[in-house]
């Protein structure tokens, strides 16, 4: 069974500075790991994934994550934030399968 | 290449009354799952389709229902309406399921409000 936890339902920023949005997993296999963003009123956006490989994985938008096996942790990160980063973003676990299973989200909202 | 397409994009319906929402995938993508998306219980898997047959299923009464067509479109359906049912829809496809799978495209959704 999968299981994921987003500490933080709502992250606050100023413009320019580090986003930091956590993630912790739970996977009884290896997992695959996402980040998902989301707009209002849309579908969900793919920002990056791990599957295998290089544990960190660098996505879109300047934003990267990093697969610490260790800690079961997929943090998402963004060096410098941009007021379009405001929205909603979702950590996700599959099991290799097609199911995924979402964190509650975090939203985040950046301050001019 | 077209994204994932839902329709209708908005619903209102009556308690008692049943929907169906469509959802057709990418191109070439045989997979569709559905997800309900609701302030209080966040995003939750409804079920996936493959190949014109239910593959995995979520923790959801027999009135949520699904198919999927030789085309790969699928429909999902939901009887007897209740106010929680009201939420976002969200349909994903991926072209094939199992370990390759590595990646699940979102339509834009179909708000349904129940009233």
């Known amino acids: 069974a999968q299981s994921v936890t987003q500490l933080g339902s709502h992250v606050s920023v100023s413009e320019g500075a580090l986003v930091l949005l956590r993630c912790n997993y739970s996977?009884?296999?290896?997992?695959?790991l996402f980040w998902y963003v989301q707009y209002p009123n849309q579908g969900l956006q793919l920002l990056l994934k791990?599957?295998?490989?290089?544990?960190l994985v660098k996505g879109i938008n300047g934003f990267e994550a990093e697969f610490k096996k260790s800690e079961t942790s997929f943090h998402l990160t963004k060096p410098s934030a941009h007021m379009s980063d405001a929205a909603e973003y979702f950590c996700?676990?599959?099991?290799?399968?097609?199911?995924?299973?979402f964190g509650a989200g975090t939203i985040l909202r950046v301050k001019s | 290449k077209a994204g994932v397409t839902q329709t209708p994009r908005y619903l209102i319906k009556t308690r008692g009354q049943q929907v169906t929402l469509s959802c057709s995938p990418i191109?070439?993508?045989?997979?569709v799952s559905w997800y309900q998306q609701t302030p209080g219980q966040g995003l939750q898997f409804l079920f996936e389709?493959?190949?014109?047959?239910?593959?995995n299923k979520g923790n959801f009464p027999g009135r949520f229902s699904g198919r999927q067509f030789s085309n790969s479109r699928s429909e999902m359906n939901v009887s007897t309406l209740e106010l929680g049912d009201s939420a976002l829809y969200l349909c994903?496809?991926?072209?094939?399921?199992?370990?390759?799978?590595?990646?699940?495209?979102f339509g834009q959704g179909t708000r349904l409000t129940v009233v």
């Open positions: 994903a496809s991926s072209w094939v399921r199992g370990p390759k799978n590595t990646e699940a495209f």
């Open positions: 996977s009884s296999v290896p997992p695959y």
């Open positions: 791990y599957t295998t490989g290089a544990t």
């Open positions: 996700a676990v599959s099991g290799r399968g097609n199911k995924l299973v």
């Open positions: 191109s070439g993508h045989r997979s």
């Open positions: 389709y493959f190949s014109e047959t239910q593959r």
